[in-house]
């Protein structure tokens, strides 16, 4: 089976740092993906990792560990805009079939 | 470079109807897939196409079907709707390396409501 766990909501301060984790159990790893959505608009891509290890992208980072089937998004300098939720997705080896965790709802106040 | 754009927005029907929705992919993106968003479930993979040709498909019943044309524009059929097909339907659209994954773009979404 495929099963993929997220947090369902956490909260932060502004200027703060927060880490999302997101552990898996799936078949065919093909990488991982973090999307960002806010409510009622489409999700969109942040970030993808394959290898183990940090892939750093302005205030954002992406961590995955493949032996232990967990990846984390750190989210640096937190701003009010950063509300929204987080999506963790793993590609199976099938083509591009994406398996989304349920999303992690993240409040920012000031 | 434009989007990935959805039709209708948004569509109100009824038990037993069935509906039709659109989603032209960036271009040049040659894969289409579908998804099924709702509060309780998250995002499900519905189904996958390329070239035409359905290559993936995940676990809805079969009153869920798709096609694909040869401009890459695809659509998305649901039969004999039920209450519990109201969701928010996503199109993605990616460029297809082949094996390995690629970045899927989405669209805004068909938010459909079955009454």
């Known amino acids: 089976g495929q099963n993929i766990d997220q947090p369902t909501e956490m909260t932060a301060t502004e200027g703060a740092i927060v880490q999302i984790n997101c552990t898996y159990q799936t078949s065919g790893f093909n990488g991982l993906f973090w999307y960002q959505q806010h409510a009622g608009e489409a999700p969109t891509f942040l970030s993808y990792?394959?290898?183990?290890g940090l892939e750093e992208k302005g205030r954002f980072s992406s961590f995955l560990s493949r032996s232990k089937g967990y990846s984390y998004l750190l989210l640096k300098e937190l701003q009010m805009k950063d509300s929204a939720s987080y999506l963790c997705a793993v590609a199976n080896t099938g083509f591009q079939k994406l398996v989304f965790g349920t999303g992690t709802r993240l409040l920012v106040s000031p | 470079k434009a989007g990935v754009t959805q039709t209708p927005r948004y569509l109100i029907k009824t038990r037993g109807q069935q509906v039709t929705l659109s989603c032209s992919p960036i271009s040049g993106h040659r894969s289409v897939s579908w998804y099924q968003q709702t509060p309780g479930q998250g995002l499900q993979f519905l189904f996958e196409?390329?070239?035409?040709?359905?290559?993936n498909k995940g676990n809805f019943p079969g009153r869920f079907s798709g096609r694909q044309f040869s401009n890459s524009r695809s659509e998305m059929n649901v039969s004999t709707l039920e209450l519990g097909d109201s969701a928010l339907y996503l199109c993605?659209?990616?460029?297809?390396?082949?094996?390995?994954?690629?970045?899927?773009?989405f669209g805004p979404g068909t938010r459909l409501t079955v009454l």
């Open positions: 990792n394959v290898l183990d």
């Open positions: 993605a659209s990616s460029l297809d390396p082949g094996s390995r994954a690629d970045t899927q773009y």
């Open positions: 196409y390329f070239s035409e040709t359905q290559r």
